[in-house]
């Protein structure tokens, strides 16, 4: 009897994607060049714009969609045509910091009342360990009358991708797989090796799997709030940490982290899904909480130092025009979800400035609707008291001080660098006050 891969093969049973985002899009896009994909929805709108050929994650561009030959829709009755099935949907937080499982229990459920009999469903979203399990797995069976591991199997295969990163990619990126028992896992991972070509690493469980995935962001996290606190340490010694962090670096076994805003939906959320866990068995997170602390408080703390910057500059506070350049959760990509940068607005405003924003990459309707931002041209901005360049845009890397003399009126120039991308001694040589993290 053939296997499910061999029958993905022959194109006799298809793919589907659950969830067209960042994650979701690539590898749908990849799969479609190797076997039969259906690419699901619940975005109508997002399907149409798939449809039309536009790719508004840019993670694999417009060209790349128009010629892909995934089947978009947002008919969930099509997901009874796939046999093997990914599910890639947000895994947020609410506003307490406890997770919020909506989208990958609507998920379940979506995808429980179209499974057929022999299904193979592999959850790629973030969670606390236990979560496919004990959560997706009951789910799945109420709403399809099957049992999981007689009528379908499931397993787990979380996601690496960095958006906007174009050398870190899905195929370039070993990826772990896991699965309920070995038939699954030797599945699962045959399925991920046809598109990952760095290769696949198999879990010895689903658990290990979503353990791993929480764990590497938590690590990046705490290492970010580490050098936010040092930064903040060595701002009040009147040293640059950017200068401290080149010399430790010199040793062989020092770790290159830098200070930093950390927004987005990964590393800023996703340590609250493993301390929420922990939690609820009775232990009380120590270091993964003090460091979330750290960093949640930075866009505060970048606002404060532009405040302290202006009055040593003799500039008056109130109404002060200060421009901040960038506005997305990072650099070269378009998605300003959970961004700390309305952090820094948000506290600039309590203090009495409201701030210029420029961002030539974020998606300014997205924007516009999640906080009420709109964007200036950065050809428009001029005469300002401060200029916060916040985000790493290549747009922004090669600035020269000529172009920065530009966005400035008389008097001093106050400059915050949080990402140190300009160098510093120019910028003091030629007068600015110069801030960086
Ligand atoms: N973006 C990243 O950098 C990244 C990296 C690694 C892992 N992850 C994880 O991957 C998961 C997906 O993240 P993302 O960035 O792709 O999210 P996203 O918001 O870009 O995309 C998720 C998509 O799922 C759709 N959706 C929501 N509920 C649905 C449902 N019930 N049925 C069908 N579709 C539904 C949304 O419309 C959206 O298009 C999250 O758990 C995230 O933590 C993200």
Known sequence: ??????????????????????????????????????????????????????????????????????????????????????????????????????PVESASKILGRNLTKGSVVVFESTVYPGVTEDVCVPILEEESGLKCGEDFKIGYSPERINPGDKVHRLETIKK?????????????????????????????????????????NSQRDINIAFMNELSIIFNKMGID???????????????????????????????????????????????????????????????????????????????????????????????????????????????????LIADPQADADEAKHLYGVEFTDINAIKDMDAVILAVAHTEFSDFTIDRMNGFFGDGKKVLLDLKGLLNRKEYEAAGYSYWRL
């Open 1 to 102: 009897m053939k296997t499910l891969y061999e029958k993905l093969m022959n194109r006799e049973e298809k793919l589907s994607l659950v969830g067209l985002g960042y994650v979701g899009m690539p590898i749908a896009v990849a799969f479609a060049k190797k076997i039969d994909v259906i690419g699901f929805d619940l975005n109508a709108k997002k399907i149409e714009m798939y449809k039309s050929g536009i790719d508004p994650t840019r993670e694999v561009g417009d060209d790349a969609v128009k010629a892909s030959k995934v089947d978009f829709t947002a008919d969930e009755i099509r997901l009874k045509e796939a046999k093997f099935h990914i599910v890639a949907v947000p895994t947020p937080v609410n506003d307490d910091h406890t997770p919020d499982l909506t």
């Open 176 to 216: 772990i797989v896991s699965g309920m028992d070995e038939e699954t896992l030797d599945c699962v991972a045959k399925v991920y090796e046809l598109v990952v070509d760095a290769g696949v690493h198999r879990a010895e469980s689903i658990k290990v799997a979503e353990a791993a995935k929480v764990i590497e």
């Open 241 to 355: 940490t950017k200068s401290v962090l080149e010399a430790a670096g010199t040793k062989w076994n020092f770790l290159k982290f830098y200070p930093g805003l950390v927004g987005g939906h990964c590393i800023g959320v996703d340590p609250y899904y493993l301390t929420y866990k922990a939690e609820m068995l009775g232990y009380h997170s120590q270091i993964i909480l003090s460091g979330r602390r750290i960093n949640d408080d930075m866009g505060k703390y970048c606002a404060e130092n532009c405040v302290k910057n202006l009055i040593a500059a003799d500039k008056s506070v109130k109404d002060a025009k200060v421009a901040i350049l960038g506005f997305t959760f990072k650099e070269n990509c378009p998605d300003t979800r959970n961004t700390k940068i309305i952090d820094i607005v948000n506290e600039l405003k309590e203090y009495g400035i409201t701030p």
